[in-house]
Nanobody
Framework: QVQLVESGGGLVQAGGSLRLSCVASGTIAAMDWYRQAPGKQRELVARLTGGGSTYYEDFVKGRFTISRGNAKNTVYLQMNSLKPEDTAVYYC?????WGQGTQVTVSS
């Protein structure tokens, strides 16, 4: 089972940017980023397939970008034009493993 570690979360003002990183203990192909806001269900944010295709939920389309790093075990989530409603714990998942999450807080 692969181990996943997220980083890059923090507190940012609305309109700002953050880049989240997910580092795996082994080579990964596909990866998803999810988020969970307080009192809400965990939801898909973005997907990177093994073939390199990307998918974004409508609420982040045009603002977030998922990409693979030069190392085969790292995936990024670049988040621009952040909104208060983006506040959540963000998780990466791959090969049935989940990271511990990283908190993103966007102030208005």
């Amino acid at each position: 089972q692969v181990q996943l570690v997220e980083s890059g979360g923090g507190l940012v003002q609305a309109g700002g940017s953050l880049r989240l990183s997910c580092v795996a203990s082994g080579t990964i192909a596909a990866m998803d980023w999810y988020r969970q806001a307080p009192g809400k269900q965990r939801e898909l944010v973005a997907r990177l397939t093994g073939g390199g295709s990307t998918y974004y939920e409508d609420f982040v389309k045009g603002r977030f970008t998922i990409s693979r790093g030069n190392a085969k075990n790292t995936v990024y989530l670049q988040m621009n034009s952040l909104k208060p409603e983006d506040t959540a714990v963000y998780y990466c998942t791959s090969r049935a493993s989940w990271g511990q999450g990283t908190q993103v807080t966007v102030s208005s």
